[in-house]
Nanobody
């Protein structure tokens, strides 16, 4: 069973910053795309940002463009999500996932992390 391990969530005030990390101990996902998704209570899981395996292609949801940055370190099989200018509406459980072929559809992802809570207070 592949485990992705997320870290970096927490409670932050609005306009603050957090950096999420997601690693795959013992595995390499060098040729996989990696993505961050989030799910708020009562809502479906939605895509936040995705990065191709080379890092050359990225996607951001309109709601986070200009505030969030996704990056990856293939040597460490780790993906990051730098979140700046956080808003209360960013409050959700954030999940990282990996997928063999670049995709924005969470149903196509192969492996997931356990999720990390991000809470933004006003």
């Amino acid at each position: 069973q592949v485990q992705l391990v997320e870290s970096g969530g927490g409670l932050v005030q609005a306009v603050g910053s957090l950096r999420l990390s997601c690693a795959a101990p013992g595995r390499t996902f060098r040729t996989y795309a990696m993505g961050w998704f989030r799910q708020a209570p009562g809502k479906e899981r939605e895509v936040v940002a995705v990065i191709s395996w080379t890092g050359g292609t990225t996607y951001y949801a309109d709601s986070v463009k200009g505030r969030f940055t996704i990056s990856r370190d293939n040597a460490k099989s780790t993906v990051y999500l730098q979140m700046n200018s956080l808003k209360p509406e960013d409050t959700a459980v954030y999940y990282c996932g990996v997928v063999r072929l670049y995709s924005l559809n969470p149903n196509q992802y192969d492996y997931w992390g356990q999720g990390t809570q991000v809470t933004v207070s006003s």
